[in-house]
């Protein structure tokens, strides 16, 4: 498959439209996240000769991707807020049948409008599935400061949603 490039317009038309809802997620901005997937592919389809098939191509492109992400975010400087602020850490809220019933379009506006840090810690955590360990090795931040924002993105999230009449409270 090196240097076939048909072989690698399949790749492309196979992964791309998920790859740039990714880096979308992370970067919130269109043309960043255009950059970054082409980047992605360019750097992947050089680096072929790296992969293992240890993982699917398609979450060793999702890696790409993500890293390419948040170093786009770090040359915007974008700061997580630190832990050292935090008086009390609620616990979990419980879902109810209302909540489940929110529509995805007005959640994802929503979470469009979340500070950076806010967001790409509740994107890779919920969207994606990384656990805080591993959002906080990609992030270079501690697991303490992943939970802080995660915990911070979902209530200013909810207080968003709230504000938007999308509640009953």
């Known amino acids: 498959m090196h240097g076939s490039r048909a072989a690698q317009f399949e790749l492309y038309k196979l992964y791309a439209k998920a790859m740039y809802n990714v880096a979308l997620r992370i970067l919130n901005y269109e043309e960043e996240a255009e950059d970054v997937l082409q980047e992605s592919f360019l750097d992947a389809f050089t680096r072929i000769v790296d992969f293992r098939q240890e993982t699917t191509f398609g979450l060793w492109l999702k890696q790409i991707v993500i890293n390419k992400s ?67 090795h990609i992030l270079k931040i501690s697991e303490n400061t992943s939970r802080t924002q995660y915990m911070r993105a979902k209530k200013k999230l909810k207080s968003i949603l709230e504000q938007k009449g999308m509640r009953d409270e």
């Open 70 to 136: 948040i170093n786009y975010l770090r040359k915007r400087k974008f700061d997580f807020v630190g832990t050292d602020e935090i008086s009390e850490v609620p616990d979990e809220l419980v879902a109810d049948d209302y909540e489940v019933q929110l529509q995805a379009e007005e959640i994802r506006k929503a979470i469009k409008t979340l500070p950076d840090g806010y967001r790409v810690v509740l994107s890779l955590y919920l969207l994606e599935g990384y656990d805080h360990e591993e959002i906080a």
